[in-house]
């Protein structure tokens, strides 16, 4: 190409002269070409001028070369050059160096020709309707251009995508694609397309996503593989985050169970490769996604159950006490387990029942804390195992309870084999590292959280703090170490500990009001702390001052005045001599003023930078909230009101006792007005049953009534009409002429089977003369003769079968109306019985009656039985004539099957002689052609009979030299 020798060849007079001139030429071409070739190879230029001359070919051909996608769509070739070049003049991936001051306009660049490309919102359209060609020069950097339209303008871009139709649908099917470069750089442009855009990730998600994303996360190996997996994972995580439609679809799908192969790691010695770790890395933030504290409390629960019950938190749990596990991988591990079992009470029993692959075997949460108030573990880790610990203690009361008795004296081992939680709280309570301290401070803390039992149960924990001394309650401890300050020596932040321990002595106090008389026994702890709050100190010390003042506000708010010395009002005239209530009310506003409490309030999980910002924990900025409102208000209220608010109180409690005594009783009068209810329903079912048994009963009676009535008009009739036996038998419908007719029946079909009987053995006569003309016959003319004959005499034994089996036929109609008959004289035989029973209560005639009638009900039952079991004997011979007459059709069959044998061997032998007539043919063919060429050769040849009594006696001996005749010529 002449017109690319000024650009390639990089000359450097007027280049940009040329470089515009030749790109205006290809532009030309391109608008004006007639040949299909010449705007192919005008846009393959301009592709390969396009990534060095970005702004030029931009300005110059996108016009262009979208007229091209729009006009040219049925030549493949040409359609990529154009997406490839439209690719090249957008994306900012493979920008190359730029001269001087031109660095942020080149980075402008994709965003404003992306700009002017969507302007025109039918060119995404478009765009989407190319992706649907399968042509992978078509369809790959249409996938390409697409994405980086979307990482340049992405909300305008999904605006529109969103709009058009099955906009969405085109795209997903790219996951299906069997080429796995599109198909990957299909995940790319999803990942793109769903980023912060909630209705298109509904659309994606309903649009079979899940399956399709975990069907190739499977394919490519689950965590051991490679970038896919990742690529797919981030697009879940879109899918998913602040996504509660998604999520619950996600775990209604059972989709959650296909999530538990992933964590099968295998053996230790197996590898960690950085895509691994990666992978795995980004599964357990899946999970995270899943059960989010900020998720709605419904929706995690139900996550939470179903990780329990297909086993994925049991494989969680192994990996988490496995050895060989990176450190990110196990703290990551930790936190997605703290947040399944958070607040779940199944998960949180499970959890405690886990040991850890130790000799002896130890239960998880020892094995956790003893990382946490180890020093030399990593920040992040000991962070993950606070986090574990607050999660596992989460609106788990059990738990709490198991927790607090470890420390109590009942309940500590006596041998000192088995270390347990509460000791290695108490140990990092009170060891020389500020973190430790802190930490321990806060898990204990949250044991004792809204549970007032433990509260108490706690005060009664005693620690022996050196030889000879007594020991000291862990309340007295607590607030001796906080009164020693800076006087220990320790390691980490100066204030830590201290934070620490007061955030602990604030959450075991508030609601507690044993737990404050057991504070204020101590005389020392109130002028400590009326001290703290008094005293100037620098911005270091203002948090510990405003922690001091609500330790000091609990002391008063939930003081019930047990101690006279310490009374609420005693207190308040301190606060008010010592510090002011307006210096004290200053000072309890630095905690929540402080910077990093606002950053603590926002999430359940300790997640800090570094161990300076420890500082606050989640749950106790809550208590904060709750408390610092009432205490101002009660540093402020008088002796008299506070009078009236506790008489108010009692008057209230009053009034709640006798709201619940009405409660009980209520409730006790609802459970009997459902039993009353229910007694009602029953009665009312027992009521309806007898009605229907009561109106059966009537109708039953009326029913007997209309018989009886009956059986006295017949009764009458009786009295009235006293005959002879001959009129009440045809009264009962019984004649002798019908007896006669019976045996006439019977007669005749006697006279019918003898006449089948006879022909039958003519039959078997006739089958028994074609058996043995069969076997006479041997050639084949006497065998086509007997075979006629045979055919002819089948016909005849057919049309004589089908006349039998007619007279068999209408014979079993006989037999049935006989037995029918027979039955209608049973039925009125016993009709007449019954008659003459009931009639036979009245007269002494009736009775001489029906002792006649049973005479000759004997007499016509003894001719019945007879009648029975002559149609017994004709239903049995008619069976053997059956069975006869099947035998002589199976022996027809044999025959007609020999009969047609013979005539197959006949047409075969037809056949052979056809044969022979044809081989003989061409033989006197090759014979006169052979006398044709010895004619031809001069040789004398033998006339025709001489020659043909030659042949014959030729055919008795074999030719020694067959090939004689031959040589002889």
């Not at 006792?657 to 039993?675: A, G, P, S």
């Given at each position: 190409m002449n017109f690319l020798r000024g650009v390639m060849g990089g000359q450097s007079a007027g280049p940009q002269h040329t470089e515009a001139e030749t790109i205006q030429k290809l532009c030309d071409r391109v608008a004006s070409s007639t040949l299909l070739d010449d705007r192919r190879n005008a846009v393959r230029a301009l592709k390969s001028l396009s990534k060095k001359y970005r702004l030029e070919v931009g300005i110059q051909a996108m016009d262009h070369l979208i007229r091209v996608l729009q006009t040219d769509r049925s030549d493949s070739e040409i359609i990529g050059y154009a997406l490839d070049t439209l690719y090249n003049i957008i994306s900012n991936d493979e920008e190359e160096e730029v001269e001087e001051n031109s660095t942020r306009q080149s980075e402008d660049l994709g965003s404003q020709f992306t700009e002017i490309f969507i302007k025109q919102q039918e060119n995404v359209t478009l765009l989407l309707s190319l992706l649907e060609e399968f042509d992978f020069h078509v369809r790959w950097p249409g996938v390409k251009l697409l994405t980086s339209l979307l990482k340049q303008l992405g909300p305008q871009v999904q605006q529109i995508i969103l709009v058009s139709p099955m906009g969405v649908s085109r795209l997903m099917d790219l996951l299906a694609d069997s080429r796995e470069v599109i198909r990957n750089d299909g995940v790319l442009l999803l990942q793109a397309l769903t980023r912060s855009n909630g209705a298109i990730q509904k659309i994606v998600a309903f649009e079979n996503a899940f399956e399709r994303l975990l069907d190739i996360i499977t394919e490519e190996g689950n965590s051991d593989g490679g970038i896919v997996v990742e690529d797919c994972l981030l697009l879940l995580q879109n899918l998913l985050k602040n996504n509660n439609s998604n999520q619950n679809f996600f775990k209604e799908g059972s989709y959650i169970q296909r999530m538990k192969p992933w964590f099968e790691v295998g053996d230790e010695n197996s590898g960690w490769s950085a895509q691994k770790v990666t992978n795995l890395h980004l599964m357990l933030q899946l999970i995270r996604v899943l059960v989010s504290p900020t998720n709605p409390p419904g929706a995690t629960s139900s996550c939470q159950k179903a990780m329990f019950q297909c086993g994925l938190l049991q494989q969680l749990c192994t990996i988490l006490m496995a050895t060989g596990v990176p450190a990110d991988i196990l703290t990551e591990t930790i936190n997605t387990v703290s947040e399944v079992i958070r607040g779940c009470q199944v998960n949180q029993d499970y959890f405690a029942s886990v040991n850890a692959p130790s000799n002896p075997p130890r239960p998880a949460i020892v094995v956790l804390l003893m990382s946490m108030v180890n020093e030399r573990q990593p920040f992040v880790l000991r962070c993950a195992v606070l986090y574990c610990f607050q999660c596992f203690l989460y609106k788990n009361q059990k738990g709490q309870g198991e927790i607090v008795s470890t420390l109590l004296p009942s309940t500590i081992d006596a041998t000192g084999n088995s270390v347990s939680a509460g000791q290695l709280l108490c140990g990092g309570l009170f060891s020389t590292d500020s973190l430790s301290n802190w930490c321990a401070a806060v898990a204990l803390a949250h044991a004792l959280q809204e549970n007032a039992t433990q509260k108490e149960q706690l005060l009664r924990v005693q620690l022996a703090t050196s030889i000879g001394n007594p020991p000291v309650s862990l309340l007295q401890q607590c607030t001796n170490i906080l009164s020693q300050g800076d006087k220990i020596d320790r390691r980490g932040s100066k204030i830590q500990t201290r934070v620490g321990l007061l955030m602990l002595l604030c959450t075991w106090l508030s609601n507690c009001p044993i737990a404050v008389t057991h504070f204020l026994h101590n005389s020392a702890n109130v002028p400590f702390l009326t001290g703290q709050i008094a005293e100037n100190l620098g911005e270091e010390e203002q948090l510990v001052q405003g922690l001091c003042a609500l330790l000091l506000g609990i002391s008063i708010y939930f003081n019930d005045n047990s101690l006279e010395s310490y009374m609420k009002e005693k207190l308040k005239q301190l606060i008010e001599k010592r510090i002011g209530k307006e210096n004290f009310i200053e000072k309890l506003g630095f905690i929540s003023k402080h910077e990093l409490y606002s950053r603590a309030s926002q999430k359940p999980q300790p997640n800090f930078p570094s161990p300076e910002y420890m500082i606050f924990?989640?749950?106790?900025?809550?208590?904060?909230?709750?408390?610092?409102?009432?205490?101002?208000?009660?540093?402020?209220?008088?002796?008299?009101?506070?009078?009236?608010?506790?008489?108010?109180?009692?008057?209230?409690?009053?009034?709640?006792?006798?709201?619940?005594?009405?409660?009980?009783?209520?409730?006790?009068?609802?459970?009997?007005?459902?039993?009353?209810?229910?007694?009602?329903?029953?009665?009312?079912?027992?009521?309806?049953?007898?009605?229907?048994?009561?109106?059966?009963?009537?109708?039953?009676?009326?029913?007997?009534?209309?018989?009886?009535?009956?059986?006295?008009?017949?009764?009458?009739?009786?009295?009235?009409?006293?005959?002879?036996?001959?009129?009440?038998?045809?009264?009962?419908?019984?004649?002798?002429?019908?007896?006669?007719?019976?045996?006439?029946?019977?007669?005749?079909?006697?006279?019918?089977?003898?006449?089948?009987?006879?022909?039958?053995?003519?039959?078997?006569?006739?089958?028994?003369?074609?058996?043995?003309?069969?076997?006479?016959?041997?050639?084949?003319?006497?065998?086509?003769?007997?075979?006629?004959?045979?055919?002819?005499?089948?016909?005849?034994?057919?049309?004589?079968?089908?006349?039998?089996?007619?007279?068999?036929?209408?014979?079993?109609?006989?037999?049935?109306?006989?037995?029918?008959?027979?039955?209608?004289?049973?039925?009125?035989?016993?009709?007449?019985?019954?008659?003459?029973?009931?009639?036979?209560?009245?007269?002494?005639?009736?009775?001489?009656?029906?002792?006649?009638?049973?005479?000759?009900?004997?007499?016509?039952?003894?001719?019945?039985?007879?009648?029975?079991?002559?149609?017994?004997?004709?239903?049995?011979?008619?069976?053997?004539?059956?069975?006869?007459?099947?035998?002589?059709?199976?022996?027809?069959?044999?025959?007609?099957?020999?009969?047609?044998?013979?005539?197959?061997?006949?047409?075969?032998?037809?056949?052979?002689?056809?044969?022979?007539?044809?081989?003989?043919?061409?033989?006197?063919?090759?014979?006169?052609?052979?006398?044709?060429?010895?004619?031809?050769?001069?040789?004398?040849?033998?006339?025709?009979?001489?020659?043909?009594?030659?042949?014959?006696?030729?055919?008795?001996?074999?030719?020694?030299?067959?090939?004689?005749?031959?040589?002889?010529?």
């Open positions: 924990d989640h749950e106790f900025t809550k208590l904060v909230k709750e408390l610092e409102g009432v205490i101002t208000k009660a540093i402020y209220k008088s002796s008299e009101e506070d009078k009236k608010e506790e008489e108010v109180k009692k008057t209230l409690e009053q009034h709640d006792n006798i709201v619940t005594h009405y409660k009980n009783m209520i409730r006790e009068q609802d459970l009997q007005l459902e039993e009353l209810r229910q007694e009602v329903s029953t009665l009312k079912c027992q009521n309806e049953q007898l009605q229907t048994a009561v109106t059966q009963q009537v109708s039953q009676i009326q029913q007997h009534k209309d018989q009886y009535n009956l059986l006295k008009i017949q009764l009458g009739k009786d009295n009235q009409h006293q005959g002879s036996y001959s009129e009440g038998a045809q009264m009962n419908g019984i004649q002798p002429e019908e007896i006669s007719r019976l045996r006439e029946e019977i007669e005749e079909l006697k006279q019918n089977r003898e006449l089948l009987q006879s022909q039958l053995t003519e039959k078997d006569s006739v089958i028994e003369n074609l058996k043995s003309s069969q076997t006479s016959g041997t050639n084949e003319q006497s065998s086509a003769i007997a075979s006629a004959r045979d055919f002819e005499e089948i016909a005849e034994l057919k049309q004589e079968l089908a006349t039998l089996k007619s007279q068999l036929n209408s014979q079993s109609v006989e037999i049935t109306k006989l037995q029918t008959e027979k039955q209608e004289l049973l039925q009125k035989t016993e009709a007449f019985a019954k008659s003459a029973e009931v009639q036979g209560e009245s007269e002494t005639v009736i009775a001489t009656k029906t002792t006649d009638v049973e005479g000759r009900l004997s007499a016509l039952l003894q001719e019945t039985k007879e009648l029975k079991n002559e149609i017994k004997a004709l239903s049995e011979e008619r069976t053997a004539i059956k069975e006869q007459l099947d035998s002589s059709n199976s022996t027809i069959a044999i025959l007609q099957t020999e009969k047609d044998k013979l005539e197959l061997e006949i047409t075969d032998s037809k056949k052979e002689q056809d044969d022979l007539l044809v081989l003989l043919a061409d033989q006197d063919q090759k014979i006169l052609s052979l006398k044709n060429k010895l004619k031809d050769l001069g040789h004398p040849v033998e006339e025709e009979d001489e020659l043909e009594s030659g042949d014959q006696e030729d055919e008795d001996d074999e030719s020694e030299d067959p090939g004689k005749d031959l040589d002889h010529i």
